[in-house]
């Protein structure tokens, strides 16, 4: 399959640590693909490098075609790549139909002209309203962010990430913190998002990642341990031994609806 994303012999260091250690990975158009790995395997500082937070020590970075090692996050957010981040980045005082609004106004090139203007931007309220809805935030939308459940707040990141368009969405443990019953309908809402989107979901919780991935990489020490199926990584039994455990893995298989 053409890859939308891809690295080649990636490398990042700091001083004598090397957090990412010469990592080559693809992924498709499409795609519905988790990255996994024990604390300090390299997660983060990895999605940092694919959507340009941080510049490599050596190595490339393409999107779409296109080497991006050089570009900086606002260029490679432009061209197609968005993200969500562990701890929410959102304004308190504004509700989500203005999030979403200013969100559409700067995919647009318009910025906070969308504020001075807003009677004149019918079709950006339009289109920032049924985002809304589709995120199942539309019962929300003009209360203050601040005010909203944390799983309502985590939703409305996802729908900025979306509002783009995006070819490549990475969402970087986009239930943590939120409460049990709620992380059901996040993942609900992410398996609904459009079928041609690449999607990477950074994840701790397997009972998420084994529902959602259809292809697993795992990270261990900065480097690509294992990658395949999400059946194939489960019964790996290198990725037993160091990060999922036998116990939670077993568990997991014993549940109807498991991979296979």
């Known amino acids: 399959m053409t890859a939308v994303l891809a690295t080649k012999s990636l490398v990042r260091r700091f001083g004598g640590l090397t957090a990412t250690n010469n990592v080559t990975f693809s992924l498709p158009v499409g795609a519905r693909h988790a990255l996994i790995g024990p604390n300090g395997a390299g997660k983060t500082t990895f999605v940092n490098l694919l959507s340009g937070v941080l510049a490599p020590t050596s190595g490339r970075v393409i999107l779409d075609g296109k080497d991006v090692t050089a570009w900086p996050a606002e260029n490679r957010a432009r061209a197609g790549l968005s993200r969500t981040f562990q701890i929410n980045q959102l304004f308190a005082d504004f509700t989500p139909l203005e999030t979403i609004g200013l969100a559409l106004s700067e995919a647009h090139g318009e910025g906070a002209e969308f504020w001075r203007r807003v009677g004149t931007h019918r079709d950006v309220v339009d289109e920032a309203v049924s985002i809304l809805e589709r995120l199942d935030l539309g019962d929300v939308m003009e209360d ?51 079928e041609e989107m690449a999607l990477v979901l950074i994840e701790h919780d397997m009972e998420l990642v084994f529902r959602f991935a259809r292809t697993i990489s795992v990270l261990v020490g900065g480097a690509l341990f ?14 037993r031994q160091v990060y999922l455990g036998e116990t939670e893995i077993d568990h997991h298989f014993d549940k109807p609806g498991g991979a296979s």
């Open 144 to 194: 203050r962010v601040g005010s909203l459940p944390y799983g309502k707040q985590r939703l409305l990141e996802i729908a900025i990430a979306v509002a783009p368009k995006p070819k490549v969405l990475l969402l970087d443990e986009p239930a943590a913190g939120v409460p049990e019953g709620e992380r059901e309908q996040i993942l609900d809402i992410i398996a609904a998002l459009p």
């Open 226 to 239: 294992v990658e395949g199926s999400a059946s194939e990584v489960a019964r790996d039994p290198r990725v």
